[in-house]
């Protein structure tokens, strides 16, 4: 099987999603780090615009966004599944809501100044100013809630958490962990990253000790690479997954498109259309560097326009 590189960061609560469902399939997969802030010129000349971190690549074929990447880990690797049946489907939904609204609660709560001093202890001051004005500008027009807000809705939920595990249940829909556990995961570790500002979980004890049930799952293994060893991986391989345009979703195979994230960073990719079904977007794009790559995207929470 051609090999799954991981382009992440230490700090990043999505790439930590997929570094447990990693450990959790327990799959062997390549780390390449990615810079935290723009510029990322060996990250654009595989995904041709998106910044946003995690991605996942095999071979010439480039999977942006954690919930597609789950869906290509599952269909790779079944057991144990992220999407068990006696879940119903029920674990996508909570994984959507943790994905957008407790992520966000969890950051915004999280990065308030003594939260930011942990996280980020140790950087020089220029890092945290050049952060700053970098997430200001791929959250630009959004409404980032305050850190009081922020709180309030962590509290609860919180608490809503605390309450799906109160029967002794060890994972959230039941005895099996799911793809919500793993989304929820990632907000709960980084709150818990910033010790001056964790507290504010401490009285949820059942989610203390689930989260270190799915702690315990690991990351798989991982062994290291590099963006460059990346990008010439994609060159001398190019794109393998067969990809098709389906009828009736009002594009055309060869359409001259651009996809862009709909939340924040809505740096857009241009590419020509490949694939397009219900779930999935996938663009060709050819790079200098990289060559010809595949990039795809989940249809939800993405913008497919044609130029
Ligand atoms: N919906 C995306 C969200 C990814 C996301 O927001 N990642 C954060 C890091 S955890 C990010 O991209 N931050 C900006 C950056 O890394 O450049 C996913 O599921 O992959």
Redesign the pocket.
């Known amino acids: 099987m051609t090999e799954l590189i991981l382009h992440h960061?230490a700090?990043?609560?999505?790439?930590?999603?997929?570094r447990l469902i990693l450990g959790y399939k327990g799959l062997a997969w390549q780390s390449v780090t990615?810079?935290?802030?723009?510029p990322?010129p060996d990250?654009l000349a595989l995904t041709g615009g998106y910044?946003?971190?995690?991605?996942l690549q095999i071979a010439g074929d480039i999977y942006?966004?954690?919930?597609?990447?789950c869906e290509l880990i599952e269909a790779r690797q079944a057991t144990p599944s992220l999407f068990p049946p006696q879940s119903a489907g029920a674990e996508r939904l909570l994984a959507q809501w943790a994905?957008?609204s407790l992520?966000l609660a969890a950051?915004s709560y999280t990065l308030q100044p003594a939260g930011a001093a942990a996280i980020f202890a140790g950087a020089p001051p220029e890092f945290m100013a050049a952060f700053a004005a970098?997430?200001a500008a791929?959250t630009a027009g959004n409404v980032r809630p305050s850190s009081l807000d922020a709180a309030a809705e962590l509290q609860s939920y919180g608490a809503w958490l605390e309450a799906m595990l109160s029967d002794g249940r060890p994972f959230l829909l039941g005895t099996a962990a799911t793809l919500a556990d793993f989304a929820v995961a990632?907000s709960v570790w980084?709150v818990r990253l910033a010790p001056p500002v964790a507290g504010i979980l401490a009285p949820l004890q059942r989610l203390k000790a689930w989260f270190e049930r799915m702690a315990a799952f690991g990351h798989g293994q991982r062994s290291k690479s590099d963006s460059l060893a990346a990008i010439e991986v994609a060159r001398k391989l190019g794109p393998q997954e067969p990809v098709s345009v389906q009828a009736g979703l009002g594009f055309e195979p060869g359409d001259k498109v651009l996809v862009s994230?709909s939340?924040?960073?809505r740096d857009p990719v241009c590419g020509e259309l490949v694939g397009l079904s219900q779930g999935r977007i996938s663009v060709r794009r050819v790079d200098e560097r990289a060559g010809l790559v595949h990039v795809h995207f989940p249809r939800i929470?993405y913008a497919l326009r044609k130029t």
């Open positions: 960061y700090g990043s609560p999505f790439s930590q999603k997929m990615v810079p935290v802030i723009c990322k990250v910044r946003r971190t995690p991605f942006c966004d954690t919930a597609l990447m994905d957008k992520f950051v970098d997430r791929m990632q980084f994230a939340d924040y960073a929470g």
